[in-house]
Nanobody, 117 residues
Framework: QVQVVESGGGLVQPGGSLRLSCVTS????????MGWYRQAPGKQRELVAA???????NYADSAKGRSTISRDNAKNTVYLQMNSLKPEDTAVYYC???????????WGQGTQVTVSS
């Protein structure tokens, strides 16, 4: 079973920045399409940003211009740099590692991001 572990969440003031990290176990990281999702209380989980195994990036409209997703295949790690954070960014952020044609779909436990003064 592949483990997915997020880190880097916390409390930040509006306008601040955070960098989330996500590490996967095993040797398959470079073939995974990686995504960051978030879920706020009472809301559905939504995509924030994704990066395919070939490096193609995709962002939700709410994240464009404020967030950057990147990956380091040598470290089995995907990052989400978030800037100009807003209170509405408050949520649990989840990392997903997937390669659906092989039925790989793994989720982490999430990391809390709270944006508040």
């Amino acid at each position: 079973q592949v483990q997915v572990v997020e880190s880097g969440g916390g409390l930040v003031q509006p306008g601040g920045s955070l960098r989330l990290s996500c590490v996967t176990s095993g040797s398959g990281f470079r073939i995974y399409d990686m995504g960051w999702y978030r879920q706020a209380p009472g809301k559905q989980r939504e995509l924030v940003a994704a990066i395919t195994s070939s490096g193609i990036r995709n962002y939700a409209d709410s994240a464009k211009g404020r967030s950057t997703i990147s990956r380091d295949n040598a470290k089995n790690t995907v990052y989400l740099q978030m800037n100009s954070l807003k209170p509405e960014d408050t949520a649990v952020y989840y990392c997903n590692a997937a390669r659906l044609e092989y039925k790989y779909d793994y989720w982490g436990q999430g990391t809390q991001v709270t944006v508040s003064s």
